[in-house]
């Protein structure tokens, strides 16, 4: 587990999504892709290979990516094949805020 600083961008070790923090928790939380950890833009990943099945679902670039309680969200740069997860939990796209009806 490392400090997720707002700011950070990092990559999937096993695919080829790339995200930005929005919004982080204080404290050390484990963010991983595709089931492996993600590291630095700048850092050599030794996983290699493909995500696992159960965290296989995708990313969309431009999309941003929350938990339920809303402390984490990342921002996808470049999507790829492996699922978002922060601590365990599979993130998901946030939603969209309503625009305010133009009468």
Do not use: F
């Not at 997720?4 to 204080?26: F, H, N, Q, W, Y």
């Not at 965290?55 to 990342?74: C, F, P, S, V």
């Amino acid at each position: 587990m490392t400090e997720v600083k707002v700011g950070t961008r990092l990559r999937s070790a096993v695919c080829d999504t790339e995200v930005m923090v929005i919004a982080a928790p204080a404290g050390d939380l484990e963010l991983s892709c595709g089931g492996s950890p993600m590291v630095g833009l700048d850092e050599e990943s030794s996983a290699g290979g493909a995500p696992s099945a159960d965290a296989a679902g995708g990313t969309q670039m431009g999309k941003r990516y929350t938990n339920d309680a809303g402390d984490i969200e990342l921002l996808c740069t470049k999507a790829g094949a492996g699922s978002i997860a922060a601590g365990g939990e599979i993130l998901v796209p946030k939603d969209a805020k309503p625009l305010p009806s133009s009468d």
